[in-house]
C-alpha cells in the first residue's frame, strides 16, 4: 500500500515545486517593475532623464545572443557532445540507441551555419546592407 503513494508524492511535490518557483519568479518580476515605476516617476517629478526602460536593456542583451562567437562555440558545443554520445552509447552496445547522439550533433551543425551567416553578415560593409534594402534594377 505505501509503494502507491511514491509516485503520488513525487509528482504533487515536483508540480508543487514548479508552482512555486514561477510565483516567485512572478513576485521578483512584479517587485522589479514596482520599483522601475517608482524611480522612473521621481525622475520626472525632479526634471531628470529617465534611465533606461527594461526593454532597452533587454534589447541590448539580444543583440549579445546573436554574437557569432557565441553562436559558434555553442555549435561546436553541442556537435561534439553529439559524436559522443553516438560513439558512447554504440560502444555500450546500444546500436538503435547511439542515433539519438546525431539529435545534438544536427543542432550543432545548425548553430554553426547559423554562425557563418552571422559572420558574412557581419563581413558586409554599410553600403552592402545599404543595398539590400534596395529594390532590384
Same mark, same amino acid.
Given at each position: $500500500?505505501?509503494?502507491?503513494?511514491?509516485?503520488?508524492? #513525487?509528482?504533487?511535490?515536483? @508540480?508543487? @515545486?514548479? $508552482?512555486?518557483?514561477?510565483?516567485?519568479?512572478? $513576485?521578483?518580476?512584479? !517587485?522589479?517593475?514596482?520599483? !522601475?515605476? /517608482?524611480?522612473? $516617476?521621481?525622475?520626472?517629478? =525632479?526634471?531628470?532623464?529617465?534611465?533606461?526602460? /527594461? +526593454?532597452? @536593456?533587454?534589447? +541590448?542583451? +539580444?543583440?549579445? =545572443? +546573436?554574437?557569432?562567437?557565441?553562436?559558434?562555440?555553442?555549435?561546436?558545443?553541442?556537435?561534439?557532445?553529439?559524436?559522443?554520445?553516438?560513439?558512447?552509447?554504440?560502444?555500450?552496445?546500444?546500436?538503435?540507441?547511439?542515433?539519438?547522439?546525431? @539529435?545534438?550533433?544536427?543542432?550543432?551543425?545548425? *548553430?554553426?551555419?547559423? #554562425?557563418?551567416?552571422?559572420? *558574412?553578415?557581419?563581413?558586409?560593409?554599410?553600403?552592402? /546592407?545599404?543595398?539590400?534594402?534596395?529594390?532590384? !534594377?
Amino acid at each position: $500500500m505505501n509503494v502507491f503513494w511514491i509516485p503520488i508524492v #513525487a509528482i504533487v511535490f515536483g @508540480i508543487g @515545486i514548479a $508552482m512555486l518557483g514561477l510565483w516567485t519568479d512572478h $513576485m521578483r518580476r512584479t !517587485q522589479i517593475l514596482e520599483h !522601475q515605476h /517608482r524611480e522612473r $516617476m521621481a525622475a520626472i517629478e =525632479k526634471g531628470i532623464t529617465l534611465p533606461p526602460t /527594461r +526593454s532597452e @536593456i533587454e534589447v +541590448s542583451r +539580444s543583440d549579445r =545572443k +546573436s554574437d557569432p562567437a557565441r553562436v559558434l562555440r555553442s555549435g561546436v558545443l553541442l556537435l561534439g557532445l553529439g559524436i559522443v554520445l553516438y560513439f558512447a552509447i554504440n560502444e555500450a552496445g546500444g546500436h538503435e540507441g547511439a542515433l539519438f547522439g546525431f @539529435i545534438p550533433a544536427t543542432l550543432g551543425l545548425a *548553430n554553426l551555419a547559423y #554562425a557563418a551567416v552571422l559572420f *558574412n553578415r557581419g563581413r558586409a560593409t554599410p553600403l552592402d /546592407r545599404a543595398d539590400d534594402h534596395l529594390p532590384p !534594377q
